[in-house]
T-cell receptor
Framework: GENVEQHPSTLSVQEGDSAVIKCTYS??????FPWYKQELGKRPQLIID?????GEKKDQRIAVTLNKTAKHFSLHITETQPEDSAVYFC????????????FGKGTKLSVKP | DVKVTQSSRYLVKRTGEKVFLECVQD?????MFWYRQDPGLGLRLIYF???????EKGDIPEGYSVSREKKERFSLILESASTNQTSMYLC????????????FGPGTRLLVL
């Protein structure tokens, strides 16, 4: 089955710097890669996703890149702000018509003002 | 706006008790999921359901069962609660198909004494 590794587990940056979180997956049939943000005490919420037929996707300060050959995908946050502080989860959807999401273990991002 | 609600935010139970966690969504989603969230382990899938009265085991189903008698409601049952089931439980729902956004409930923090 699918296995998703996420690094780093914690990340601390200065406000205004960029942050990069990386994930690798094992199932070459995986075709959907969402990223969720979970603020302290709140529910995870989708912030961006990418499908396997696309190499990069951007939404304002957030971008995700996918390298299918290497089986890794990354979240990039530019011009970080204190409100970006949260736990970020990557996920990969396994193959099959109803493949489930397999989540990484999470990255706790702290943005220092 | 998608609403996924869970019956309790906090719950304290004793070892051996039968515990019911309820999840309700109001978006007519076919898919519903129960996850367990533990520090350093990310989100792990317990059970999921693609339709009324259908259920499938996730990655960690042992000690749990589920019920889906109505489309909008998905219940997680701990037949005999144990201390190692102390955790945060998150429910999610989505439209059918594997590439659809999962919407999470607020979570139930369960403490088993």
């Amino acid at each position: 089955g699918e296995n998703v590794e996420q690094h780093p587990s914690t990340l601390s940056v200065q406000e205004g710097d960029s942050a990069v979180i990386k994930c690798t997956y094992s199932d070459s049939a995986s075709n959907y890669f969402p990223w969720y943000k979970q603020e302290l005490g709140k529910r995870p919420q989708l912030i961006i996703d990418i499908r396997s037929n696309v190499g990069e996707k951007k939404d304002q300060r957030i971008a995700v890149t996918l390298n299918k050959t290497a089986k890794h995908f990354s979240l990039h946050i530019t011009e970080t702000q204190p409100e970006d502080s949260a736990v970020y989860f990557c996920a990969a959807r396994g193959g099959g018509s109803q493949g489930n999401l397999i989540f990484g273990k999470g990255t706790k991002l702290s943005v220092k003002p | 706006d998608v609403k996924v609600t869970q019956s309790s935010r906090y719950l304290v139970k004793r070892t051996g008790e039968k515990v019911f966690l309820e999840c309700v969504q109001d978006m007519d989603h076919e898919n519903m999921f129960w996850y367990r969230q533990d520090p350093g382990l990310g989100l792990r899938l317990i059970y999921f359901s693609y339709d009324v009265k259908m259920k499938e085991k996730g990655d960690i189903p042992e000690g749990y069962s589920v019920s889906r008698e109505k489309k909008e409601r998905f219940s997680l049952i701990l037949e005999s609660a144990s201390t190692n089931q102390t955790s945060m439980y998150l429910c999610a729902s989505s439209l059918p198909g594997g590439r659809k956004t999962q919407y999470f409930g607020p979570g139930t923090r369960l403490l088993v004494l």
